[in-house]
């Protein structure tokens, strides 16, 4: 099956900071998503993103498809982006293809 | 995105009993839900597809007899951890989707569930 990986496996930094998240797949994927996952467990959507570029705020993602990869970038970091930033993905026709996720990135912001 | 609500939050049981696990789909009728299952600083394991109206597929190494997946109607997905064991302890988490390509998926709250 498709392999998920994402880089860095942890990242410490300091409030105001960057940081480039990472996530490589091994095939082609009609579907990509990068999440949240805050304290309580509960999986917050941040991009739907097979493709292209986007940009929510301080957060910004972009997949090159072609190079099966996608970076999840975070500006201006604040303590409140603590958390494991996972990117998953999905393969097959329509949208009902089965959701496969990376490792994750543990992401702690010092204040 | 969907709106999903997922029951109870949390539940503790007594080794050997059974515990059920609700999935809703608020604002549109879902023909495909998903199950995951997340060990503690782990990542999410896909358990099971549940497929309305017909039996669930379930991943290699998910034993079905133990996870029951019940998709009765379009909008409610049940998991039941059958005899529950302390090493069935873990996060649950349902996930559906819009079969129309351009959604993403969408995930339930989550369910601990602690076996004591």
């Known amino acids: 099956g498709i392999q998920v990986e994402q880089s860095p496996p942890d990242l410490i930094l300091q409030e105001g900071a960057n940081s480039t998240l990472r996530c490589n797949f091994s095939?082609?994927?009609?579907?990509l998503q990068w999440f949240h996952q805050n304290p309580w467990g509960q999986l917050i959507n941040l991009f739907y993103?097979?493709?292209g570029t986007k940009q929510n705020g301080r957060l910004s993602a972009t997949t090159v498809a072609t190079e099966r990869y996608s970076l999840l970038y975070i500006s201006s970091s604040q303590t409140t982006d603590s958390g494991v930033y996972f990117c998953?993905?999905?393969?097959?026709?329509?949208?009902?293809?089965?959701?496969?996720f990376g490792q994750g990135t543990t992401l702690q912001v010092k204040p | 995105g969907a709106v999903v609500s997922q029951h109870p939050s949390w539940v503790i049981c007594k080794s050997g009993t059974s515990v059920k696990i609700e999935c809703r789909s608020l604002?549109?009728?879902?023909?495909?839900m998903f199950w995951y299952r997340q060990f503690p600083k782990q990542s999410l394991m896909l358990m099971a597809t549940?497929?309305?109206?017909?039996?669930?597929?379930?991943e290699q190494g998910v034993e079905k007899d133990k996870f029951l997946i019940n998709h009765a109607s379009l909008t409610l997905s049940t998991l039941t951890v059958t005899s529950a064991h302390p090493e069935d302890s873990s996060f649950y988490i349902c996930?559906?989707?819009?079969?129309?390509?351009?959604?993403?998926?969408?995930f339930g709250s989550g369910t601990r569930l602690t076996v004591v």
């Open positions: 998953a993905v999905a393969q097959g026709s329509g949208n009902t293809g089965k959701l496969i």
């Open positions: 095939d082609s994927v009609n579907n």
């Open positions: 993103i097979p493709s």
């Open positions: 604002d549109f009728q879902a023909t495909t």
């Open positions: 549940s497929n309305e109206g017909s039996k669930a597929t379930y």
């Open positions: 996930s559906l989707t819009r079969t129309t390509v351009g959604y993403g998926y969408t």
